[in-house]
């Protein structure tokens, strides 16, 4: 089976046309929106689609899909994520990486410790921030900054940073 990955989720239609609001979940949102764009609506079967046309507004998309020319076609779809094939991704540049690719890291510090892995990623404004979970603790809000991940090395599931000073609080 192949594997898809979350684009987008549905949060109310717009108009009467068959537009959708999208909250975007990605960093390519003019890539993953455009016309032409293969999507999945994670409905029950999921069901393939095709842009047909895309807006910004605001922090959103308005999208309209090919065979949903009014709001009854696709009112019963709101609240349902957008993914997209594993298939579908595009090259990235090299320093570039899918969330995907980042959550189950294996995290190291300077002096050779492991912090723990890679959770999940939030998207808080300027950087990203991994989460490193540790047990009896409070977790680790690592940004994701050139000067603090040094080196990620994806074969092996294991990324080497360094920690900024005073960034672990070890007094919980």
Request: with cysteine; aromatic share 6%; net charge negative.
């Amino acid at each position: 089976m192949t594997e898809r990955y979350l684009v987008g989720k549905i949060v109310n239609t717009h108009g009467i046309r068959g537009e959708v609001k999208v909250v975007p979940v990605t960093d390519f949102p003019e890539q993953r929106f455009a016309k032409g764009s293969k999507l999945v609506i994670e409905a029950k079967p999921p069901l393939p689609v095709t842009v047909v046309n895309a807006r910004p507004q605001k922090q959103m998309y308005l999208l309209t899909f090919a065979g949903f020319d009014d709001i009854n076609a696709i009112e019963k779809y709101k609240g349902c994520e957008l993914t997209v094939d594993e298939a579908d991704q595009a090259e990235l540049a090299p320093g570039e990486y899918y969330y995907h690719d980042l959550v189950g890291l294996t995290v190291i510090d300077q002096a050779g410790q492991t912090l723990g892995q890679v959770s999940e990623i939030l998207s808080p404004g300027a950087n990203d921030v991994w989460v490193i979970p540790r047990s009896g603790k409070s977790d680790i809000l690592l940004p994701f900054l050139k000067s603090v991940v040094l080196d990620i090395d994806l074969a092996q599931k294991v990324a080497h940073v360094e920690v900024p000073e005073g960034l672990i609080d070890d007094a919980d």
